[in-house]
């Protein structure tokens, strides 16, 4: 397709999408060997007040900033200042988790294989600041969380031998960070990687932020007792604990300069901000499977070769015969995603403010691009699209005949969920992997599920839903 062409459909495609998935703000970027291709925000940085997200609004990336952490410590090895394989404890005395004779070392930290469990912590943030729990009390300090990680050693698995995504991980390659540059770890990236890109206003600081009047408000999306989408304005406060796993606020037009060094082998105009063998190593799999892959949905995408972990990033080896390597981050209130195709010096951005529950259908739209500039057709040469435009059809209310009975269907991410007549949300699992399966089954006893077979109607967009003894038509 020609490629102005497919831009004007992307653009109309994510018009439509923060209509339609009550998405508050949206804001996209491409860049194709050092240019920036497309880039647009759509909807409001700030509902109440009606201020419209621009290119210049500060979005919390989340665990994109992982990538930034990676990128730091391998600045550090380029430095000869650390070895991926030294022992963490070589820097952080004050951690009792490794074994002499089996340690934890950066590069188990870099891919996450620690060994490290994840601790809850996150869960505590959402207790407290999304549930509005009072009751939940969440680690404010340094101190306090290396006196909380020190307690999981019962927890541990050997290092090497499993992925297991964790904050902690980054969390501690933040502390490396700072103990060997002798700067706090928000000095050392601001002065290392923000600096150098020109990324002025990025930042980790809640101060910083709050005299930034172009910033992103935060705000969940999320279903009502009958099944309606409602936007709730809600805060996280940044948190020194979660600067290196997740804390970065940055812009469109700063992310830019970002993706732009990544796919220039680390190189940003007259600077060489990380060494070429470095970004190898930050895009080679270093560990597979990589269970957050199937989180993206990958399985229902075809073939992409192998696919796998690196350092902070997930890549597949062979997508349409090209590497891709992205990282998603979500942190309740905001959600981003970095997508770079390294051999066509290709990347794509993009940002909401708001959580997951609205990403659904923003991804699988970038891909379809992705694979449409490639010269392939999406809904012919990956299941995905089939699977993801009939869930598209299959979300909604249903009732029954003289609308006795009502339920409806929704989705969060790529998981539909179905909320029966009493108001319970249950996950939904698929019968088959198929691509043109419409059945799907729920646990309603330890030995027995309830299954909900779909059927569509194409022409008319009628869509009927059988469950027991109900038959169901979707009303809205």
């Not at 340690?103 to 407290?128: A, M, R, W």
């Amino acid at each position: 397709m020609e490629q102005n062409n497919l831009i004007n459909q992307l653009n109309e495609k994510f018009q439509d999408l923060v209509k339609k998935d009550n998405i508050p703000s949206l804001a996209i970027s491409i860049v194709k060997e050092g240019d920036v291709l497309f880039s647009k925000a759509y909807g409001y940085r700030n509902l109440n007040k009606k201020k419209e997200a621009n290119l210049d609004t500060l979005y919390r990336i989340a665990s994109c900033s992982k990538s930034f952490t990676a990128m730091g410590i391998m600045q550090l090895v380029d430095q000869g200042k650390l070895e991926l394989q030294d022992p963490i404890e070589k820097y952080l005395p004050n951690l009792i988790l490794s074994k002499p004779n089996n340690p934890i070392t950066i590069h188990h930290l870099l891919n996450q294989t620690s060994g490290i469990p994840d601790t809850g912590y996150v869960e505590k943030i959402y207790k407290k600041h999304i549930l509005l729990d009072d009751s939940t009390n969440t680690i404010k300090t340094k101190e306090e969380y290396f006196e909380f990680i020190n307690g999981i050693k019962d927890f541990l698995l050997p290092p090497g031998t499993r992925f297991m995504y964790s904050n902690s991980n980054y969390f501690l390659l933040g502390e490396v960070i700072a103990k060997i540059s002798g700067l706090s770890y928000e000095e050392y990236i601001s002065q290392n990687i923000l600096k150098p890109l020109k990324m002025t206003r990025s930042t980790f600081s809640d101060d910083i932020l709050e005299k930034d009047e172009n910033k992103q408000s935060q705000y969940i999306v999320s279903p009502d007792s009958e099944g309606t989408m409602q936007i709730l304005k809600r805060n996280i406060p940044g948190s020194e604990c979660l600067s290196a796993a997740g804390g970065l606020y940055t812009s469109v037009n700063e992310i830019n300069n970002y993706m732009v060094t990544l796919l220039n082998s680390g190189r940003f105009q007259d600077s060489q901000i990380i060494q070429p063998s470095s970004i190898e190593k930050l895009f080679s799999i270093s560990h597979s499977p990589c269970d957050l892959l199937q989180e993206l949905g990958t399985r229902g995408m075809g073939s992409s070769g192998k696919e796998g972990y690196g350092y902070s990033w997930l890549i597949m080896d062979n997508f349409f015969g090209l590497k891709v390597v992205v990282i998603p981050g979500g942190i309740f209130v905001s959600t981003a995603t970095i997508i770079l195709i390294p051999d066509l010096k290709l990347g794509i951005f993009e940002c909401i403010n708001a959580g997951e529950n609205v990403n659904g259908n923003v991804l699988p739209t970038i891909i379809m691009g992705i694979v449409q500039m490639l010269g392939e057709d999406p809904e012919k040469s990956m299941s995905l699209f089939q699977v993801e435009g009939k869930k598209h059809f299959m979300c909604g209310k249903y009732e029954t005949y003289h609308g006795i009975q009502k339920v409806s269907v929704i989705r969060k991410g790529f998981t539909m969920f179905f909320i029966d007549p009493n108001g319970a949300e249950i996950p939904l699992s698929p019968m088959s992997m198929e691509p043109n399966n419409l059945h799907y089954y729920f646990e309603c006893s330890p030995t027995g599920i309830s299954e909900l077979l779909f059927s569509i109607e194409w022409n008319t967009g009628n869509v009927d839903l059988l469950w027991n003894k109900h038959h169901f038509k979707k009303i809205i």
